[in-house]
């Protein structure tokens, strides 16, 4: 089945780019998710790429994808103690009407100050 | 605007026992689902509900039972509570621009 790949843990000094990647199996996917989770939460969207573009920027947040190597990015610019956070990678795919998401397993993102 | 509204945001039951978790939501999503998260697992698909009175198994079901009230109410039941279903229980709905799903807080339960 499907598969959604990511580092468990990354660690930043607070001011610097964090950069946490994913790669995912599945080569129908029609959109790509990030989400961030903070301690005793629920998960909120943080933004979504769709399979035919390769980037999409939102303020301090740059998503890259690589269709090719199956491979998606979240770049979070001058990253600050409040972006500390467990961040969830998903990719979506058709089923039984419904667009279900595959999700990653989480990175824990530390930010140091 | 409420969102995703789950209920209850604690539970401890006892080995045995059953209880339901309610889930609400008002954005008119016609799909609506129920993960639960857990250490090192991840975020795994219990059931779902393409649309009001469907559902279908997700990855893990056994030992749940879900009900699709309306198009706004998805419930989860555990009929017989084990230890292993200890967790944290999250429904979801999915809206129809680039098939966001939208999350409710949580509900954790603990089975002793």
């Known amino acids: 089945g499907e598969d959604v790949e990511q580092s468990l843990f990354l660690s930043v000094r607070e001011g610097d780019s964090s950069v946490i990647n994913c790669t995912y199996t599945?080569?129908?996917?029609?959109?790509l998710y990030w989400y961030k989770q903070e301690p005793g939460a629920g998960l909120q969207l943080l933004t979504y790429?769709?399979?035919?573009?390769d980037m999409k920027q939102d303020q301090r947040l740059t998503v890259l994808l690589n269709k090719k190597d199956k491979h998606l990015s979240l770049r979070i610019a001058d990253t600050q103690t409040g972006d500390s956070a467990i961040y969830f990678c998903?990719?979506?795919?058709?089923?039984?009407?419904?667009?279900?998401?595959?999700f990653g397993k989480g990175t824990k993102l530390s930010v140091i100050p | 605007n409420a969102g995703v509204t789950q209920t209850p945001k604690f539970q401890v039951l006892k080995t045995g026992q059953s209880m339901t978790l309610q889930c609400a939501q008002d954005?008119?999503?016609?799909?609506m689902y129920w993960y639960r998260q857990d250490p090192g697992m991840g975020l795994r698909l219990i059931y779902y509900?393409?649309?009001?009175?469907?559902?279908d198994k997700g990855e893990v079901p056994n030992g749940y039972n879900v009900s699709r009230l309306n198009k706004r109410e998805f419930s989860l039941r555990l009929e017989s509570a084990a230890p292993s279903q200890t967790s944290v229980y999250f429904c979801?709905?999915?809206?129809?621009?680039?098939?966001?799903?939208?999350f409710g807080e949580g509900s954790w339960l603990t089975v002793v």
């Open positions: 998903a990719e979506s795919n058709s089923g039984a009407g419904s667009y279900q998401l595959t």
């Open positions: 599945d080569s129908s996917s029609t959109y």
């Open positions: 790429i769709f399979s035919n573009m």
């Open positions: 954005m008119n999503h016609n799909s």
């Open positions: 509900s393409a649309s009001e009175g469907t559902t």
């Open positions: 979801a709905s999915q809206g129809e621009t680039g098939n966001t799903i939208y």
